[in-house]
């Protein structure tokens, strides 16, 4: 089935530092949204983004949902070891019932 | 706040047999559910889309009549792996989406493994 492009595919990096991953994609978008997933669990909604441009934070969590619709980042800053898990970037095309497209992951380690 | 639960959370079982793994949405009414499968270190896989009441939508390549679903009620999604076989072995998500939330929340995962 039709994937995002995610990167990076992992990142180690040291306690107190930010972190930032993107996604992109040859389609044109609606709602990008950004998914955690901690080891044998489902992923778990971290921001919502439901218009081209807009701009959101949920405590150090920043996402922006790219102008074109076709990208949207997402930065963490000032990380602590429980930012640890796998980051999930999911695209809708219309948003509400419809099902998602997701991204590859970005593996994130962050070393104390 | 809404919750979705999967179980079981993880099952054994052996080669040829039958395994339901049950999604129940908690505090809402579940019009649409979407079964994941995940394999080690790879993203999600869409598997099927249930509307309920209706027949499940498959994914390209998903074979329907090895992965049934049901979608008998507005908080209950079975998805039964029958006959199952090693390569079966996977971790199964759920989600389920409804109108009074307007958000889609995931499931804990089902961890199957097939020996």
């Known amino acids: 089935g039709q994937q995002l492009n995610q990167s990076p595919q992992s990142m180690f990096i040291q306690e107190g530092e930010d972190v930032s991953m993107n996604c992109t994609s040859s389609s044109i978008f609606n709602t990008w949204l950004w998914y955690k997933q901690e080891p044998g669990e489902g992923p778990v909604l971290l921001i919502a983004?439901?218009?081209?441009?807009e701009l959101t934070s949920n405590g150090r969590l920043t996402a922006q949902f790219g102008i074109t619709r076709k990208d949207s980042f997402l930065n963490i800053s000032a990380s602590i070891p429980s930012d640890v898990g796998i980051y999930f970037c999911?695209?809708?095309?219309?948003?509400?019932?419809?099902?998602?497209?997701f991204g590859k992951g970005t593996k994130l380690t962050v070393n104390p | 706040g809404a919750v979705v639960s999967q179980h079981p959370s993880w099952v054994i079982c052996k080669s040829g047999t039958s395994v339901k793994i049950e999604c129940r949405s908690l505090?809402?009414?579940?019009?649409?559910m979407f079964w994941y499968r995940q394999f080690p270190k790879q993203s999600l896989m869409l598997m099927a889309t249930?509307?309920?009441?209706?027949?499940?939508?498959?994914e390209q390549g998903v074979e329907k009549d090895k992965f049934l679903i049901n979608h008998a009620s507005l908080t209950l999604s079975t998805l039964t792996v029958t006959s199952a076989h090693p390569e079966d072995s996977s971790f199964y998500i759920c989600s389920a989406w409804g109108w009074n939330t307007g958000e889609l929340f995931f499931g804990e995962g089902s961890r199957l493994t097939v020996l």
């Open positions: 505090d809402f009414q579940a019009t649409t």
């Open positions: 249930s509307n309920e009441g209706s027949k499940a939508t498959y």
């Open positions: 983004l439901y218009k081209a441009g």
């Open positions: 999911a695209g809708q095309f219309q948003g509400g019932s419809e099902k998602l497209v």
